[in-house]
């Protein structure tokens, strides 16, 4: 859902194309083929409609009430803002929650873009093989949440664990890691940090678009590696970066499965791993209060929007269209 | 919200037919249709149940193991032969989800006529009116409970109703590494040791051998309760707390001074040993000498050590424990086949080829005479050695409490946390304590 909630910067609409032409077509077509149209597009109408349309708009009338699942709707009672009052005010868990996700998302979103970007620069090279690397380092972020990778890194981050085994040849003594609360999160941090495949590639395809001639230029005027990079390729990359950004700080935000796998569904060891998403899901399914749930999954999204909206209004410092034409 | 107050496809305006309003129209159309369309399943489902050719088929979801899904078919296919009428729809998977599961299909409005619940989750039910009440039916003797202990048959009791009937009891119990403590000379635990003895005998097992005596249970609620009882407290009392900040600060001092004795495990192994499943419990992975289970984990324990298990109860007096109901059968207030559905429960727990076939998987069958039958033919060491110590514990078992009320799931999650804070160091005992108090308050308040 996320995803179609980000534009992709990098297709962005250079705005040369004519208005009133556009109208004209689109005014021509609309009498033969409007109707097949909406014929063709009903599967996905109906899906919308359905499946996320519908569902939200119960969901924000739910979080003003005390659903609780199993009670019938006809007999739910409205509650007003309470589920949001007692959020903001007098649940601890929802603040610590809030910090958990916030916590999380600073720190791995940007050292994974930064994996993500580092790899796609080594992998830019055509060197042989390299193929084969780019296969490898995709293939964590193809598995993506997915429960086996996540008890995968559980018992290999156990006091047993492989990760400490390779410590112990070092002489270094490892950690309980996933069962300690001062590392839970911080091994959780680390899973997301090495599923970096996925920007990687879309770091690639972009620095395959940054036109060589620029380099030559850069190198003609006199400018080492390190120049080249933050003066051209860094500018030339930068829609590929924000796209990158926004998708992975929400991917980020609405991390669940690995945390919940890792402690059981409870957040736990000491609530250290209490993603919001799993307070959340501990709020409506274990608890009961479908409706507090509700309210919490609104204020996610206003949330999430949000930031996103912040992200979109600083990018007119940074991001730099190659066409020129809007900037 | 409800779908009745939705525009739906109005009759077409019939002065012009302009594009604009077609195209209006085939929108209002298509979300008449979305609007509808679940009605349309909803009167599908009405037409399936009233399909009345004598015959009933009950839908019935339960939790647990292979194993358990092959008895539980077999005894529902023994019911089909003797009632040929009544036809199941099984439904069955692990308990991950399995309560995830059940609330969403009651939300849909589709639960099974028949399910199983545990004490967690019992009162949560019963208070909001899913659950049948199976009194009336226990006082017009299609539901025979005659041979019932009767503090099983309570546990089932929320606000007066008989919620659920116990599929099986089971209680607490203690397991210790026999060949552990035999290989070092140590002595085992007894029934009716005193806390502090247990720890001390625990601090001892360490120091010998290297393991920790003991798994601190101070963040599992099923000792806590225990513990409490025998301090004359209880969980619950009414839909109040039974017990202050005073009670749980003692209780986590208790584990305080044993971890400090190196009686106990290390934090983290603590923590590992509360989170995982049964199979990874810290005696069976010799983490720890002992672990604080229920006694008919007993056989699923031993099949994952090849060291020999005792079991005993917990510590202090043991008529602190008491006959728990290890789950229950309850129906679905609103089903359809209620009748059919008791009739189901009773052939469960009465019927004596029924009974036999499905053992002591639910814990020990409810029914006493039959509990006899089954403990005399069984062949598995550890289930004998269960079902014997729970026969010896059961002339001392005291009344068994009321069942958790509402939001308990919530308090032992809270007791979880506040017991790691506290054996993690987080917190002093006191400040633990006067967290959960407080948590616990919040979380049955609300």
Redesign the interface.
């Known amino acids: 859902m996320a995803l179609t909630t980000a534009p992709d910067p990098t297709r962005r609409d250079t705005g040369s194309v004519r208005p009133d032409a556009t109208r004209r077509g689109t005014g021509r077509i609309r009498h033969g083929e409007g109707l097949a149209g909406y014929v063709f597009l009903s599967p996905w109408l109906i899906g919308l409609m359905g499946v996320t349309a519908l569902p939200m708009l119960l969901s924000l009338y739910l979080s003003f009430t005390n659903y609780d699942i199993l009670t019938p709707f006809s007999e739910v009672e409205w509650v007003g803002l309470a589920n949001y009052e007692r959020m903001f005010t007098s649940d601890p868990s929802w603040w610590h929650s809030v910090r958990v996700t916030l916590s999380f998302a600073l720190i791995a979103v940007p050292l994974k873009l930064a994996a993500a970007l580092g790899v796609a620069l080594l992998l830019n090279r055509a060197w042989r093989g390299v193929g084969l690397f780019r296969g490898l380092f995709y293939l964590p972020s193809l598995l993506g949440g997915s429960v086996a990778l996540a008890i995968v890194w559980v018992n290999m981050f156990n006091r047993e664990g492989a990760f400490n085994s390779f410590l112990a040849v070092f002489g270094i003594q490892g950690r309980p890691w996933v069962n300690d609360p001062d590392w839970a999160l911080e091994t959780l941090m680390v899973l997301a940090i090495w599923q970096f495949g996925a920007p990687m590639v879309i770091f690639l395809a972009g620095l395959k678009q940054v036109p060589t001639e620029l380099y030559e230029a850069a190198s003609v005027d006199g400018a080492g590696r390190f120049r080249q990079f933050v003066n051209v390729t860094l500018p030339m990359l930068s829609p590929v970066i924000f796209f990158n950004l926004v998708l992975e700080t929400i991917n980020g935000f609405q991390g669940f499965t690995a945390a919940f796998v890792l402690s059981n569904g409870t957040g736990g060891p000491v609530d250290s791993t209490l993603m919001y998403t799993l307070n959340l899901y501990i709020a409506g399914f274990t608890d009961l209060e479908m409706g507090y749930a509700s309210a919490m999954a609104w204020v996610f999204l206003v949330a999430i929007a949000v930031i996103t909206a912040v992200f979109f209004g600083t990018g007119r410092f940074w991001v730099h269209y190659s066409d020129g034409e809007d900037r | 919200?409800?779908p009745a107050t939705h525009p739906t496809a109005s009759a077409p305006d019939g002065r012009t037919y302009r594009?604009p309003l077609?195209?209006r129209r085939?929108?209002r159309g298509?979300?008449a249709?979305?609007v509808a369309?679940?009605l349309v399943g909803a009167a599908a489902a009405c037409g399936d149940d009233a399909a009345s050719d004598g015959k009933t088929k009950i839908s019935i979801f339960w939790w647990g193991g292979e194993a358990r899904a092959q008895l539980t078919e077999q005894a529902l296919d023994l019911y089909t032969q003797k009632n040929p009428d009544v036809t199941f729809e099984k439904t069955w998977q692990a308990n991950?989800g399995y309560?995830?599961k059940l609330?969403?299909l009651?939300?849909g409005?589709n639960p099974p006529d028949l399910f199983q619940i545990d004490d967690n989750f019992l009162a949560?039910?019963a208070a909001?009116n899913?659950t049948l009440d199976l009194k009336p039916y226990q006082d017009a003797g299609d539901l025979d409970t005659t041979k019932f202990p009767p503090s099983l048959l309570q546990y089932g009791v929320v606000d007066g109703k008989l919620a659920g009937l116990a599929a099986g009891e089971n209680t607490q119990g203690l397991v210790y590494n026999k060949t552990l403590l035999d290989k070092n000379g140590l002595p085992e635990p007894t029934t009716g040791m005193s806390w502090e003895e247990h720890i001390a005998w625990a601090e001892q097992v360490s120091k010998k051998t290297g393991v920790p005596g003991t798994q601190d249970p101070s963040a599992d609620y099923k000792a806590f309760w225990v513990w409490l009882r025998q301090q004359g407290k209880d969980l619950y009392t009414g839909s109040e707390l039974g017990f202050t900040a005073e009670d749980v600060t003692r209780w986590f001092e208790l584990w305080k001074g044993a971890r400090d004795r190196g009686a106990t495990p290390?934090p983290?192994?603590i923590?590992?040993g509360n989170?995982t499943d049964i199979t990874k419990q810290l005696v069976v992975t010799g983490k720890s000498a002992t672990s604080w289970v229920w006694v008919n984990q007993m056989p699923e324990l031993k099949k994952n050590t090849a060291d020999e298990l005792g079991v005993i109860a917990y510590p202090g007096d043991p008529s602190g424990q008491w006959a728990r109901a290890s789950m229950y059968w309850s129906v679905f207030r609103g089903s359809k086949n209620a009748d059919a559905a008791v009739d189901v429960i009773n052939f469960l727990a009465n019927d004596p080829e029924a009974v036999k076939l499905l053992g002591t998987d639910r814990g020990l069958p409810s029914n006493l005479d039959l509990r006899r039958v089954v403990s005399d033919d069984t062949t598995d060491e550890a289930m004998k050695q269960s079902i014997a110590v729970e026969t010896e514990l059961a002339e001392t078992f005291g009344e068994s409490p009321q069942v958790p009320i509402k939001?308990h799931?919530?308090v032992r999650?809270e007791l979880?946390?506040a017991g790691?804070?506290a054996q993690?160091g987080?917190a002093t005992p006191a400040e633990a304590a006067a967290q959960f108090v407080a948590?616990c308050k919040?979380?049955i308040a609300?």
């Open positions: 919200m409800h594009t077609l195209r085939l929108l298509l979300l249709a979305v369309l679940p991950q309560f995830d609330a969403t009651t939300a409005g949560e039910y909001r899913t290390t983290d192994v923590h590992e989170a939001g799931s919530k999650a979880t946390k790691e804070n993690y987080r948590a919040a979380a609300s």
